[in-house]
């Protein structure tokens, strides 16, 4: 059991190492993370280790310098997690961010651990492209196995579509693709597990993306408790079948007749967890360092129904955003990350905690659109 005065490193200094590192000072423990930059968002919270997430040797000395490590994104070379887990505990361990980083591999283990997912098949050229349409058919969308995020590496084939166009789109690299699923809500699961296997779920979440980004995240999600059950089992499922320590996020599709399929893994703290950061009685950010710490964990729980609006650059492009007007709705909390703007970049959110959820979604329709 790693007690507080212990010290956490983080592979990735982003907004999740910077709200990770937030809870960490919080709760009395040092951080170091490595980051290629050296004002990164965790900067003003953590000591960084300016090097790329690649650098092996960068790796070393951060391990060298920390109790334990973890990641705050999937983008870090499992060679470099096999690196360093001969020094230290790393969680998640390299063996689980080899299988969940490429979506290939992710796929193939939630088909052997018999989880709901929609059809897909390897790419590797665009011979494979042209055989995997005509087995799964359009609309599909095709992913690159690595490196993708917010939609990035990710092109959708439609009825008309040029299948060379995709595959020059996403520079011909190696994907997967996926029949596009009609689906009714989509959710995630936000949970953790400590190294004794206890596990937490918190509150499904439900969400809206907008050009594949995340917009809103409601919870509880509006769904039946069948759903709830069903789906907090899949996560679970993923969780003790990848032998996860630690929070992760799982993302699913809900059917019109309430099926569920698996759309994505995410083996850390999510974006769509960010609600559990002042709506649960213990933020994802806490959860995440009980459990790889050791400690008991805490209460998921939420304090009240809440909704999260991701802020994007593209609300700054007219000067800055309406903020006080946000911050207008009593149960608002404001989080900004310290970025610079740009269209499409997440510089930070606001929590709306309020009984009423739609009466919150209104209201922040009305202010953002
Ligand atoms: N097969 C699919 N069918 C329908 N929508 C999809 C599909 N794959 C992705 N999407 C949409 O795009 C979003 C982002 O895709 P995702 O695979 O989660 O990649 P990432 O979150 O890494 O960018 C999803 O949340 C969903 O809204
Ligand atoms: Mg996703």
Not at 20 to 43: K, Q, W
Request: charged share 20%.
């Amino acid at each position: 059991m790693l007690l507080p005065g212990s010290t956490i490193g983080v592979l990735g200094g982003g907004q999740l190492g910077r709200m990770l590192a937030m809870e960490a000072r919080r709760m009395g423990y040092g951080v170091h993370a490595l980051d290629p930059d050296p004002d990164c968002c965790a900067a003003p919270f953590a000591e960084i280790i300016t090097a790329p997430l690649d650098d092996v040797e960068a790796a070393r000395y951060l391990a060298a310098h920390c109790d334990v490590l973890t990641i705050e994104t999937e983008h870090v070379p499992a060679a470099v997690l096999a690196q360093i887990e001969t020094l230290r505990p790393v969680y998640p361990n390299s063996a689980a961010l080899a299988t969940v980083q490429d979506r290939l591999r992710q796929r193939e283990f939630l088909n052997r651990h018999q989880l709901p997912q929609t059809a897909y098949a390897a790419v590797d050229d665009l011979a494979s492209l042209n055989q995997a349409l005509s087995g799964i058919g359009r609309p599909a969308v095709l992913k690159t196995r690595t490196s993708g995020y917010d939609g990035k590496g990710q092109v959708r084939i439609g009825a008309g579509d040029d299948a060379a166009a995709a595959w020059a789109a996403i520079a011909e690299a190696p994907a997967v693709l996926e029949a596009w699923v009609q689906y009714d809500k989509e959710i995630s699961v936000i949970l953790a597990r400590g190294h004794d296997g206890d596990i937490r779920c918190y509150p499904l979440a439900q969400n809206e993306h907008r050009q594949h980004i995340l917009h809103v995240t409601r919870a509880p999600a509006r769904v039946t408790p069948a759903v709830v059950q069903r789906a907090q089992a899949l996560a679970v499922a993923v969780a003790e079948g990848l032998g996860h320590v630690g929070v992760m996020a799982v993302e699913m599709f809900v059917l019109e007749s309430g099926e569920l399929l698996i759309n994505e893994v995410a083996p850390r703290t999510h974006n769509s967890g960010h609600y559990t950061f002042g709506g649960c009685v213990t933020s994802q950010f806490e959860q995440h360092l009980r459990a790889i710490c050791g400690l008991p964990l805490g209460d998921a729980e939420p304090l009240r129904p809440a909704l999260m609006l991701n802020l994007l650059g593209d609300l700054w492009a007219n000067g800055a955003p309406p903020l006080a007007r946000i911050l207008t709705h009593p149960g608002a909390r404001l989080h900004l990350y310290g970025k610079q703007p740009r269209a499409g970049r997440k510089l930070g959110h606001v929590l709306l905690l309020d009984e009423d959820l739609d009466a919150a979604q209104a209201w922040v329709d009305a202010i953002v659109g």
